[in-house]
């Protein structure tokens, strides 16, 4: 992914910086940025924000324990059920093809009320 963006003409990478505010009256329009050597706050002009932190699954808490495809991601049904009966796993840490806020949310969703289903069927 890194060499994608490092051959676009249109993309500047500020190094050693994180993003400290994101502020704008009715839509974004700037972010406030400090470096994390210096302490320096400034401030950057943008039209928007896209919030990406990698594409690595944090799954070694479940290791060993449910089935893990050969990327790291949970395996799961449509139900978001795993291969262990009662346990489900929802958003960006499942197998899945489109990683975006909305699939997250709609997994949660299906994966609240399965786990009720669960809940009350097995009388818990």
Same mark, same amino acid.
């Given at each position: ?5 490092? *051959?676009?003409? *249109? +993309?500047?990478?500020?190094? *050693?910086?994180? =993003? ?30 896209? %919030? ?8 070694? #808490? =479940?290791?060993?324990?449910?089935? #893990? ?5 949970? %395996? ?10 009662? =346990? ?5 840490? &499942?197998?899945?093809?489109? &990683?975006? %806020? +909305? ?13 009720? &289903?669960?809940?009350?069927?097995? &009388?818990?």
């Amino acid at each position: 992914m890194q060499d994608s963006l490092f *051959n676009c003409k *249109n +993309i500047e990478f500020i190094w *050693n910086t994180a =993003v400290d505010e994101i502020y704008g009256k009715f839509d974004v329009e700037g972010i406030k940025i400090k470096n994390i050597i210096t302490g320096e706050m400034s401030n950057l002009k943008v039209d928007g924000v896209f %919030v990406a932190i990698g594409n690595v699954p944090h799954t070694h #808490l =479940v290791q060993g324990k449910i089935e #893990l495809n050969k990327a790291g991601y949970i %395996v799961t049904d449509e139900n978001m059920q795993t291969n262990i009966f009662g =346990v489900f796993a929802a958003g960006d840490i &499942r197998e899945k093809s489109l &990683r975006q %806020v +909305i699939t997250a949310a709609s997994d949660g969703a299906i994966a609240a009320y399965i786990a009720e &289903r669960y809940i009350n069927e097995n &009388r818990w």
